[in-house]
Antibody, heavy 118, light 107 residues
Framework: QVQLQQWGAGLLKPSETLSLTCAVS????????WTWIRQFPGKGLEWIGD???????DYNPSLKSRVTISVDTSTNQFSLKMTSVTAADTAVYYC????????????WGQGTLVTVSS | DIQMTQSPSSVSASVGDRVTITCRAS??????LAWYQQEPGKAPKLLIY???SLQSGVPSRFSGSGSGTEFTLTISSLQPEDFATYYC?????????FGPGTKVDVK
């Protein structure tokens, strides 16, 4: 079954760019909208956006101006970049796979804690 | 954006208890609703999708119901491994949004 392994820098300074990558294995890469979700320290969850194998994207309007999601079909990986981070972007970032042709998610990556601090 | 609310925010229960969690959407979402369980330090795990369909491998003591704007997750007989936080999520329209969570802890 599909497995997701993610990585990226965990400590950033304000105004820097967050960069995370998620590798997909064990299943088809095409036909899904690969997704990024974050969870704040207070535990709230926020959908960031998604991308399919052709590069078609959807973004949360609240983050659209700062977020870019890209895909590399040669390596079955997708990536998240978020510019101009602030302390409010401190969260655990997850990549996730939508299931059943709908937008509920399973499995999720292991999560990456990103802390923004000067 | 569709706002999701959950009640209660926390519930204290004992092994064997029946636990019910309610999720409400600010707009009609038909049955485009999922429930997740999250244990400390782990990623959320999909339990229920399409409001009432049990994800493969999830014990049958979990069930979901509802449509439109009001939904429930029921654990028929709470087991020790069920003490966790539960989230609902609407999959009806962008941006997909989550409820604030309900923590089930030991009474």
């Amino acid at each position: 079954q599909v497995q997701l392994q993610q990585w990226g820098a965990g400590l950033l300074k304000p105004s820097e760019t967050l960069s995370l990558t998620c590798a997909v294995s064990g299943g088809s890469f095409s036909g899904y909208y690969w997704t990024w979700i974050r969870q704040f320290p207070g535990k709230g969850l926020e959908w960031i956006g998604d991308i399919n194998h052709s590069g078609s994207t959807d973004y949360n309007p609240s983050l659209k101006s700062r977020v870019t999601i890209s895909v590399d079909t040669s390596t079955n990986q997708f990536s998240l970049k978020m510019t101009s981070v602030t302390a409010a972007d401190t969260a655990v970032y997850y990549c996730a796979c939508p299931r059943g042709g709908a937008n509920w998610f399973d499995p999720w990556g292991q999560g990456t804690l990103v802390t923004v601090s000067s | 954006d569709i706002q999701m609310t959950q009640s209660p925010s926390s519930v204290s229960a004992s092994v064997g208890d029946r636990v019910t969690i309610t999720c409400r959407a600010s707009q009609y979402i038909s049955t485009w609703l999922a429930w997740y369980q999250q244990e400390p330090g782990k990623a959320p795990k999909l339990l229920i999708y399409a409001a009432s369909s049990l994800q493969s491998g999830v014990p049958s003591r979990f069930s979901g119901s509802g449509s439109g704007t009001e939904f429930t997750l029921t654990i028929s007989s709470l087991q020790p491994e069920d003490f966790a936080t539960y989230y609902c999520q609407q999959a009806n329209s962008f941006p997909f949004t989550f409820g604030p969570g309900t923590k089930v802890d030991v009474k």
